[in-house]
């Protein structure tokens, strides 16, 4: 049950309750939050390789592995 105020989809609505309840520390909730504050930085940065690889690229309809695959090359890549 203590994995559920880790998971950060979750973690927002599991989270406040079991802490007012009483059954999780201050601590915990400390570990929660850094976990999700680090999950969103890595999203903000994959977000923005993924839209600077896609405003240069000019090609067919592109998947979802291929888009992350741009996202790990550099523009001068992305744009052959």
Avoid: D, H
């Amino acid at each position: 049950a203590k994995v559920m105020c880790i998971l950060p989809c979750i973690s927002s609505f599991v989270l406040p309750v079991r802490y007012m309840v009483g059954e999780i520390s201050m601590i915990f909730v400390m570990i929660s939050w850094l976990i999700t504050i680090t999950l969103i930085y890595l999203l903000i940065k994959l977000s923005g390789k993924v839209y600077a690889s896609l405003l240069v690229y000019s090609g067919k309809r592109l998947g979802f592995l291929q888009i992350v695959k741009m996202a790990g090359m550099n523009r001068k890549e992305a744009k052959s």
